[in-house]
């Protein structure tokens, strides 16, 4: 699978693909010839995952790793069929998202103020960025005299090889947002901090970057997400 998949995806999707073979896959069917892996086996398999508390979606993206690879061996001739076109799949409960409201925003970004990353919240909810968009943000994407901000890339930590900066899957992941006043009225103060992070530091690499860490360098997305 992996070497079938390696020129097709990127880092993070065969970092992922591995996460759920060691997790899931190979604990489950590893000691199985293909042959003897079957609709009921995998149906099973489902049904147990889902028994253990897994989420649909989650059960999903197993599918289709198991699925992609019995792909595979189908075209290769291993096998006759691939068992889990025939096999159900838990129903996904559809989620409203939830949407603060302009008051909210302005406490969130009240109560923020003067900490690390306060800036970094002020630019996501005024421009819709993911965590990991905003750590690939450098200086040279924000244009303030056209009022945009530049969406070019995400930053993803791949074992072995650290902080990467890949670009999205997507023509659509690449856009141009509309950089909010509140963002250019702080951006003085954001530019401030760094230099006075760098000041303290004992060593700097310069990267460029909006968000760097104590360092210099990219902040992992776990420590904004924790």
Not at 104 to 112: D, H, M, P, R
Not at 150 to 179: D, F, Y
Request: proline residues 3%.
């Amino acid at each position: 699978l992996e070497d079938s998949r390696r020129l097709k995806i990127e880092l993070t999707t065969l970092r992922d693909y591995r996460s759920i073979l060691r997790a899931h896959l190979i604990p489950a069917f590893g000691h199985l010839p293909l042959s003897q892996l079957t609709q009921d086996r995998v149906q099973m398999f489902y049904a147990e995952k889902l028994d253990a508390g897994y989420a649909p979606g989650t059960i999903g993206n197993i599918h289709d790793l198991l699925s992609s690879a019995l792909k595979d061996a189908v075209a290769s001739e291993v096998l006759a069929r691939n068992v889990c076109d025939f096999v159900a799949l838990p129903k996904q409960k559809h989620r409203e998202p939830y949407v603060l409201t302009v008051d909210q925003c302005k406490l969130l970004v009240n109560a923020a103020r003067g900490r690390r990353l306060w800036f970094m919240i002020l630019v996501a909810l005024t421009t819709g960025a993911r965590v990991g968009e905003l750590l690939a943000l450098h200086w040279s994407d924000i244009d303030v005299n056209n009022l945009r901000i530049h969406i070019r890339k995400s930053l993803a930590w791949i074992k072995g090889k650290g902080h990467v900066e890949k670009e999205p899957k997507t023509k659509s992941g690449i856009r141009s947002v509309i950089l909010a006043q509140a963002v250019v009225d702080a951006i003085v103060e954001q530019q401030q901090y760094i230099e006075n992070v760098r000041t303290k530091a004992s060593k700097w690499v310069e990267l460029d970057l909006v968000f760097p860490n104590r360092y210099g360098a990219h902040i992992r997305n776990r420590t904004v997400l924790d």
